[in-house]
């Protein structure tokens, strides 16, 4: 088949994906069965994966369901309705707590509130003056869009509440969901439960919701106005007398191996159960403890859901193919015979790293099970040695990078005392193609600069074009060149224009975090850019390679400060940088500027008792002080904990700095 031939068969089958669309969701009567429904998003999925100049903005690689009612008015929430990390082992929960006694700086004791974690469509249930006024689904988690109509038709949310002591005004956050039972009865019309939930919140018609038995579990909140609350379960017991309905399998706990233990228990009964439930959330029950943690960038720090057993099934490994990261990580990756796991076609499973390899003797040809664990990647568990052959290959790993050559290395660990498990490139930048494309890709991604429009596939496509080499050349795409390109038009390009356009506003944080610098994650960056105040101190940083300033800066290590230098040293990584902020509008980190502790300037020594340094400095910051990280004149006071470090004692004693303790910080902000 030809080129054109493949483009009317792709085109053909889009068409058809839109019109069932149209009955599987808008009209809830499909004309084709669920399995028929879903073979033909594979079959337009695969013509992608094979062919990429196969693109519509229609597919359902870009749309999941469909797009939203014009009609319904967008809403921002005044609490981000965040997702949840993943915890799929004992050793994961560990770090989970072991986090948090790091950021409370303290050992303390603690409960658990658990409750399943339904799987549903989360929605916020906003009443002010003891009524519903608002209904909204979570949307990205910032902006969601009102539903009101549609969740007042389920049973379970009340209208209005008459209880004295409900608040004036309160968002009430839960999961909307249908019973097994139910969905057999409405089985032929939707995929599965989940699907059905999602599809009738968003009819334009509140009627045709109401058709559907759906239900509604409450589990917290987010606003609140008059909060007198201390735990989590209370609020639950308070929900229970407030009408609403609440999840009866709700426990508290008080360690990781009760967890352990309730997990296992409840992922036995699982299927016995009248909802369908993907795992259990952990939540520190103390609301207080709750606030001192409060959040990263993308997930709050006093949660996490712990995800039930993956799938898992049998195939062969057909090749062994390198895929190379942004930081330069050389990951080996099995092609394998496709198999379905869990209802997702495998084809790809990682094989970690080298060490992994040779630790389970995986060779090409062999026989493996494969897992799959909710959205982690699929990864190869173990080798079936019975049905092993005698024609399986050995993999040897390549001591030189595929992409551009450079010789691949194990670093030394001076922590462990070990060499790393990953092989890396070391052409740490662009020199490297493969490198080159992953950090541009993660340029443009969601949490940094977020150009929509500009995906994946379609860097790969610009790179072959020679559109794209490096990420200040997002921002001079030719467009009439683009315009003619197969699946692109007027519209299509207009929207990239205009999304390249609206990304140039970007905060200090994201800047740093989108340059790709290993070791610099998003909460790096943040420690970073609340130091530096604006990229000015940045790009002086960078130019004068003084990145052992950073060193005394909590949060950030020497990991990160060699990171940091060995990534400025190469001057191409200079210069991107710089010709990137000639293009952007980085904005300078905003602070509250007229708080109790306005002009003054504070330095931390010494173990403060029962609260972390990232804790005391955001309560600094947040009252418009500023934290340094050297005694210097301009200090105005060094914060003494436990066994300080005596010479900053005596240079401040010597530039007459005022030297105070914890506690009397603690006055000063009231």
């Known amino acids: 088949m030809n080129k054109d031939e493949l483009k009317k068969k792709y085109k ?48 359902p690689s870009k749309n999941l369901g469909f797009k939203a009612s014009k009609s319904f008015e967008k809403y921002e929430h005044k609490i981000p309705m965040l997702s949840l990390s993943n915890a799929f082992f004992e050793e994961d929960l560990k770090n989970f707590e072991k986090k948090i006694f790091n950021y409370l700086n303290k050992n303390i004791n603690f409960d658990y509130s658990v409750e399943p974690k339904i799987d549903g469509i989360s929605a916020s249930l906003t009443f002010k003056n003891r009524k519903l006024t608002y209904g909204v689904s979570r949307g990205d988690g910032k902006i969601g869009e009102v539903i009101t109509e549609n969740l007042k038709t389920i049973k379970d949310i009340p209208t209005e509440v008459k209880s004295n002591d409900f608040p004036d005004e309160i968002e009430i956050r839960g999961e909307v969901f249908i019973k097994k039972k139910d969905f057999l009865k409405i089985k032929d019309k939707f995929a599965n439960p989940r699907n059905a939930a999602s599809g009738s919140l968003r009819q334009k018609n509140p009627e045709e919701t109401k058709k559907i038995p759906l239900n509604f579990i409450a589990y917290t909140f987010g606003y609140i106005s008059d909060d007198n609350f201390r735990y989590q379960s209370e609020f639950l017991m308070a929900l229970d007398k407030w009408g609403f309905q609440t999840n009866k399998d709700n426990k508290i ?91 997702v076609v495998v084809s790809n499973a990682t094989l970690h790293n080298e060490d992994e390899i040779n630790r389970k003797d995986i060779r090409i040809g062999d026989f493996v099970k494969i897992e799959r664990a909710g959205d982690v990647i699929p990864h190869v568990i173990e080798v079936d040695k019975k049905k092993r052959t005698k024609d399986v290959t050995k993999f040897k790993f390549p001591l030189k990078c595929p992409s551009c050559g450079s010789d691949t290395i194990k ?18 930048g662009y020199g490297c193609e493969k490198i080159a494309i992953e950090k541009i890709k993660h340029l443009i991604s969601k949490e940094a600069l977020n150009i929509e429009g500009l995906g ?215």
Not at 26 to 45: A, G, M, R
Not at 414 to 422: G, Q, R
Not at 459 to 465: A, P
């Open 12 to 59: 053909n089958k889009i068409k058809e994906y839109l019109k069932h669309n149209k009955f599987y969701f808008d009209k809830s009567k499909p004309l084709i069965t669920d399995s028929e429904y879903d073979e033909l998003k594979k079959e337009i999925l695969l013509l992608e994966k094979k062919y990429d100049f196969l693109n519509d903005k229609n597919s």
């Open 411 to 428: 670093e030394f660990n001076l922590v462990s005392k070990k060499y790393d498990a990953v092989r890396r490139c070391t052409n740490d």
């Open 253 to 343: 706990f008080s360690s990781v191996s009760q967890l352990i233990k309730y997990h296992r228990r409840f992922e036995e009964i699982r299927f016995d159960l009248d909802y369908d439930v993907d795992g259990l959330v952990y939540k520190v029950n103390d609301l207080n403890l709750q606030k001192r943690l409060g959040f990263t960038s993308n997930a709050p720090r006093w949660a996490i859901a712990h995800k039930f057993s993956a799938y898992s099934a049998s195939t062969q490994i057909i090749n062994i193919e390198i895929q190379v990261g942004r930081t330069g990580a050389l990951t080996p990756v099995a092609k394998v015979k496709p198999v379905n796991i869990g209802g």
């Open 456 to 670: 994946k596939k379609v860097v790969e496509n610009f790179w072959e074009l020679n559109l794209i080499r490096k990420p200040q050349d997002i921002f001079s795409l030719n467009y009439e060149y683009i315009i003619n390109l197969d699946g692109w038009g007027k519209t299509s390009v207009n929207n990239l224009k205009n999304s390249i356009e609206k990304s140039k506003k970007v905060s200090l944080q994201k800047f740093i975090y989108s340059i790709g610098i290993r070791h610099i994650g998003i909460e790096n960056a943040k420690i970073i850019s609340d130091n530096l105040k604006n990229i000015s101190n940045f790009i002086k940083i960078i130019k004068s390679n003084e990145f052992d300033k950073f060193l005394n800066i909590d949060g950030i290590g020497q990991t990160q400060v060699n990171s940091l230098k060995n990534f400025f040293s190469n001057k191409l990584n200079v210069k991107i940088v710089v010709d990137l902020n000639n293009q952007l509008k980085i904005e300078n980190k905003i602070l509250n500027k007229n708080g109790i502790l306005k002009d003054k300037s504070f330095m931390f020594t010494g173990k403060l008792e029962g609260i972390s340094r990232a804790e005391v400095k955001s309560l600094v910051e947040k009252n418009s002080g500023i934290t340094l990280s050297s005694v210097n004149k301009n200090l105005d006071f060094l914060v003494v904990g436990e066994k300080p470090t005596k010479k900053k004692i005596e240079q401040a004693n010597k530039l007459g700095i005022k030297i105070i303790s914890l506690k009397e910080l603690k006055k000063l902000i009231n």
